[in-house]
């Protein structure tokens, strides 16, 4: 299966600052993709790149299409949703179901009209007057009621309270994604989304730092908990980060050959959340496979 | 796809332009109907404007009927002239800030995740300017001209003077409204090198439209005078206003100010203009 989405040497500089720096992944038809990365290290420009809304140096192939050309031909098969409060302000609810039905040609009104019945969202109201969770939650109604290939969400739940957070998540996975379908999710809140994920990406000054499938990292990454007489030996084995817990250390290994580690103890797989933070940190001493 | 689908997407982003422009496009000229209609109603229940409205429709019925048939086109123009002037204020308005209100309100990615074409989204604000806004002070106009003609009607038949000038009345009634009607089209259709500058502003300009669509103008202006010596342009400028100030036109005035070739000149520089905007509006750093 072809790639839905490949970026070779994705690059955008903002006068000095280079927000994209030769960045180089691919996503496939059907994966739930992570783009992480701390605040600044360039993922909404990589979405906005994906969506054709800047202009940017390098190959970019989107859902078979280049997105610095024609951008509206792509948004039929792709979809967005920014943080929070991108509705315009003055829009009625009712306004903003007709106006997605009037342009959109795979917008579904009875599934959108559906998704909304169960909110407490009134048709009358104006986005003003509603909360940011309804914000959200009226946005992903009418997002999910298209039938996209793609669908992009940046930093979708930035700003909203733990509960809207965990449905906003349950809705898209029970009811939107499908084999079909392709998300890709940025956000520097690594922990409620690493369940979902298929594959990740980790994001830093610009440069995707690490490219895996989830089902890849137990292979490759190991971590181990070892208390303070074996921590020299622990560090022979290279680890890329460690850190204290509880007056012991848990030390983290890249490394395909798993066998090796085995001398130290039992071995598991960091959480992506830890792994991050390893990267983060690690990724400015090492080369890294990407 | 189809024309269907396309004609049905621009209806859509036009009812977008009215839910999201409601006040310039509907209540600016529901509240000038109101305010002549109270105006109206004051006056002519009393007795000097009661008086001076019969002595004039006395006038008019007798002298002779193309010169009545003129008085009475005057009346419906200058009525017109109060609902359609404020138009020449709100449609610059709009121009400058519709493109320039999508990017840089918060609202830009709901507008850019959407597969409408930057083309149909710039025709949309287009025909809003051209078409709907002067259409929505025109429809008010027309009921206020309803009342206007109620209350003639019963002036002349409790006056005793006759249907000969009621039948003028009704006639010159149709007359006034496709000139109007004509004239409102004619005009945007002139104005459109300002229509298409106006909106190649709204699609660039980072910040304060305003300064950028007034400043370049008058930087123009002034630089052709400093380096030329010559006024060219701002004599350009002169003459592509408001083409007549009495909307008492006839037919033959009409097409004598607009059909000629600075009108063609208009449309051409006006619709490259637009295109420019067109292309300006990819752009959303």
Redesign the interface.
């Known amino acids: 299966m072809s790639a839905i989405i490949s970026a070779q040497g994705l690059s955008k500089s903002y006068g000095n600052h280079k927000a994209l720096s030769n960045a180089n992944f691919s996503i496939q038809p059907g994966a739930i993709t992570g783009l992480i990365g701390p605040n600044g290290a360039g993922k909404t420009t990589a979405l906005r790149a994906l969506?054709g809304?800047?202009?940017f140096t390098g190959d970019l192939e989107v859902a078979g299409r280049d997105p610095r050309q024609d951008?509206?031909?792509?948004?039929?098969d792709v979809?967005?949703i920014?943080d929070v409060?991108?509705?315009?302000?003055?829009?009625?609810v009712s306004?903003a179901i007709?106006?997605?039905?009037?342009?959109?040609?795979r917008f579904n009104r009875e599934k959108a009209e559906r998704l909304l019945a169960r909110t407490e969202i009134k048709r009358t109201s104006k986005i003003k007057e509603l909360s940011k969770g309804m914000v959200t939650q009226l946005h992903l109604a009418l997002v999910m009621a298209i039938d996209v290939r793609l669908l992009v969400l940046d930093e979708p739940t930035l700003g909203l309270d733990i509960m809207y957070r965990k449905e906003f998540y349950d809705r898209l996975l029970g009811e939107y994604y499908d084999a079909e379908k392709t998300v890709v999710i940025s956000t520097h809140q690594v922990e409620e989304i690493e369940n979902l994920l298929t594959q990740l990406l980790f994001i830093q000054h610009g440069r995707i730092i690490l490219d895996i499938a989830m089902d890849e990292l137990p292979e490759r990454f190991h971590e181990v908990i070892l208390s303070a007489e074996r921590f020299e030996e622990a560090r022979y084995y290279n680890p890329i980060y460690e850190r204290d817990v509880l007056g012991r250390k848990v030390f983290l290994f890249d490394t395909l050959d798993a066998g090796r580690l085995q001398v130290l103890g039992e071995t598991r797989t960091p959480s992506v959340s830890d792994l991050f933070v390893a990267m983060m940190t690690h990724a400015g001493t090492t080369g890294v496979r990407s | 796809?189809n024309m269907e689908?396309h004609i049905?997407?621009l209806?859509?982003?036009i009812?977008?332009e009215f839910?999201?422009h409601k006040i310039a496009i509907f209540w600016v000229p529901v509240s000038i109907g109101i305010l002549c209609t109270l105006a109206l109603l004051w006056g002519i229940t009393r007795e000097p404007v009661y008086d001076a409205a019969i002595n004039q429709l006395n006038i008019m019925s007798s002298i002779a009927q193309p010169e009545a048939r003129v008085q009475l086109l005057g009346i419906f123009g200058m009525v017109s002239m109060l609902f359609l002037a404020p138009l020449y204020l709100t449609i610059p308005i709009y121009l400058l800030v519709c493109l320039y209100d999508d990017r840089k309100?918060?609202?830009?990615?709901?507008?850019?995740?959407?597969?409408?074409?930057?083309a149909?989204t710039v025709a949309s604000k287009l025909l809003t300017a051209l078409v709907l806004m002067p259409l929505s002070a025109i429809a008010i106009l027309l009921l206020f001209f309803m009342l206007l003609l109620l209350i003639s009607t019963v002036l002349i038949l409790s006056s005793g003077l006759g249907a000969g000038l009621l039948w003028l009345l009704i006639q010159s009634f149709f007359n006034a409204v496709l000139l109007i009607v004509s004239v409102a089209i004619l005009t945007g259709l002139w104005l459109l090198p300002f229509y298409g500058w106006l909106l190649l502003v709204s699609a660039f300009a980072r910040a304060v439209p305003f300064f950028w669509a007034v400043g370049v103008v008058i930087a123009l202006a002034i630089a052709e005078r400093v380096v030329f010596s010559s006024s060219y342009f701002s004599t350009w400028l002169d003459s592509r206003g408001i083409p007549y100030q009495n909307l008492s036109v006839s037919w033959t005035e009409l097409v004598g100010a607009f059909l000629n070739y600075d009108m063609l000149y208009g449309l051409v520089l006006g619709s490259v203009l637009i295109v420019g905007a067109i292309y300006m509006r990819?752009?959303?750093?």
């Open positions: 969506l809304l800047c202009e951008r509206h031909l792509l948004m039929e979809c967005f920014a409060g991108i509705l315009p302000k003055w829009l009625r306004q007709d106006f997605v039905d009037g342009v959109h040609p | 796809m689908f049905k997407q209806r859509t982003l009812f977008r839910w999201e309100t918060g609202a830009s990615l709901f507008w850019y995740s959407l597969p409408v074409s930057n149909k990819r752009y959303t750093d």
